[in-house]
């Protein structure tokens, strides 16, 4: 079992940057890859980008460039570094860490970009 709390979102004009946290407590040793999917008003859940505790790292193509996910595995946490933000950027961020292959979600934190 893993627990995932999010911190860190809110609103901001384009061009501005904000960082997530999500912090995972329970089974942290057991997790392989985390990750931040984000949903808009009325979309599904999309992948925005993940990373493995290996350190690999895989991206949206509309974030490339300008997000910048990273994790501390002995914390059990992951974090996402949003810069250059777009109106499109916004949304609601989960958290997502995997177990084998069980999934587990936090319940997100609302990120809006506007002017």
């Known amino acids: 079992q893993v627990q995932l709390v999010e911190s860190g979102g809110g609103s901001v004009q384009p061009g501005g940057s904000l960082r997530l946290s999500c912090a995972a407590s329970?089974?942290?040793?057991?997790?392989?890859?985390m990750g931040w999917y984000r949903q808009a008003p009325g979309n599904q859940r999309d992948l925005v980008a993940i990373?493995?505790?290996?350190?690999?790292?895989n991206y949206a193509d509309s974030v490339k460039g300008r997000f910048t996910i990273s994790r501390d595995n002995a914390k059990g946490t992951v974090s996402l570094q949003m810069n250059s933000l777009r109106p499109e950027d916004t949304g609601v961020y989960y958290c997502?860490?995997?177990?084998?292959?069980?999934?587990?979600w936090g319940k997100g934190t609302l990120v809006t970009v506007s002017s």
């Open positions: 997502k860490a995997d177990i084998v292959s069980r999934a587990y």
């Open positions: 990373i493995t505790n290996g350190g690999r790292t």
């Open positions: 329970g089974s942290i040793s057991s997790i392989t890859r």
